[in-house]
């Protein structure tokens, strides 16, 4: 995710989120989850913080077989992802991303933090805000495009049907988070096709509704070329039930060494989705309907006042 430059470090680059045509009737209103739905405790899993990175935990993975098929649970979810990828193309809402490095002594020495809005122009076209973004004091390490387009489209990971292709799905079992029974994978892609970017690790699929609620891995392929190494942690994204069957990434966190040619980095990631509400509404208009005399005349009756 990080890289070293030798020589002059490379600048901070920033960019704006990718422009999608939406169109749109009406503004953003609030959503809520559903609270019927099991539920995944975010809050709980981001206080449990893992020194050194996330690591899949096999103790806590019975070898239970599954209730259907896993190429049928491989299928749906695949299904899923890509209704709830376009899905999540319809909202707004807040990013705050964090990288800090960590010295010796367990403390930051370091910091990189913007908080940005991901919202739409009246015409419907997706776009980023920067709101706060404080001059970086990183040192040692620095962010490369690439870790930002990774931010885009690797940590919320999103497993569509049409990308399942790419990868080899393997069952590892089943595990009970908070109050979902899951089905646990282990994913990697099948071959690194050149500028290609891949997510390989752990993903968890609720056993009810067959929607991703967790995955645990690393962006891939590493990056090193003559005189530049970008190198990318192990993170988790955990996700939290927002609309509908709908499951939105809302944290993602990394602790993680980064082994250089030079040495070692201890980094630290968080990244923060919040406030999401969907923008526009879709109005369905009917055929139109002929209305007749008599209905003309009903229509007028009722307007008229009481006698």
């Known amino acids: 995710m990080l890289n070293i430059t030798f020589g002059t470090p490379t600048k901070l680059r920033l960019r704006a989120a990718s422009g999608t045509a939406i169109s749109v009737a009406a503004l953003a209103c609030t959503l809520s989850g559903a609270a019927q739905l099991p539920t995944l405790d975010v809050s709980k899993q981001a206080s449990q913080t893992s020194t050194p990175a996330p690591k899949n935990d096999a103790s806590n993975v019975s070898n239970k077989p599954p209730d259907i ?70 040192q040692r390490i620095s962010l490369s495009q690439q870790d930002l387009d990774d931010l885009e489209h690797v940590q919320p990971f999103v497993l ?10 393997n069952y590892a079992g089943r595990e009970q988070l908070d109050e979902l029974g899951t089905y646990v994978f282990d994913v990697k892609p ?18 009810r509704d067959l929607n991703i609620v967790k995955s645990d891995g690393k962006a891939v392929p590493d990056i090193i070329k003559k005189g530049n190494e970008n190198i990318f942690p192990r993170f988790e994204t955990f996700r939290e039930n927002i609309e509908g069957h709908y499951w939105f990434p809302t944290y993602t966190r990394s602790d993680d060494e980064l082994h ?3 040495g070692s980095v ?18 369905k208009i009917g055929p139109a309907v002929e209305i007749k005399d008599k209905d003309k005349d009903k229509e007028k009756d009722k307007d008229k006042p009481n006698q």
């Open 69 to 138: 098929p896993v190429p049928e649970i491989v299928k749906k979810f695949g299904d899923r992802e890509l209704e709830f990828k376009k899905e999540r193309d319809n909202f707004t809402y807040t990013q705050t991303f964090v990288v800090q490095t960590i010295d010796f002594d367990g403390r930051p020495d370091g910091e990189y933090r913007m908080t940005s809005d991901i919202l739409f122009t009246p015409e419907g076209k997706r776009y980023e805000k920067v709101i706060s973004a404080p001059p970086p004091t990183l």
């Open 160 to 169: 569509t049907a049409d990308e399942l292709p790419k990868y080899d799905v």
């Open 190 to 207: 099948k071959k690194i096709e050149k500028n290609q970017r891949y997510f390989q690790g752990r993903i968890w699929v609720d056993d």
């Open 260 to 262: 250089f040619s030079t």
């Open 266 to 283: 201890h980094m630290k990631m968080t990244v923060r989705y919040a406030n999401y509400k969907r923008f526009g509404a879709t109005i």
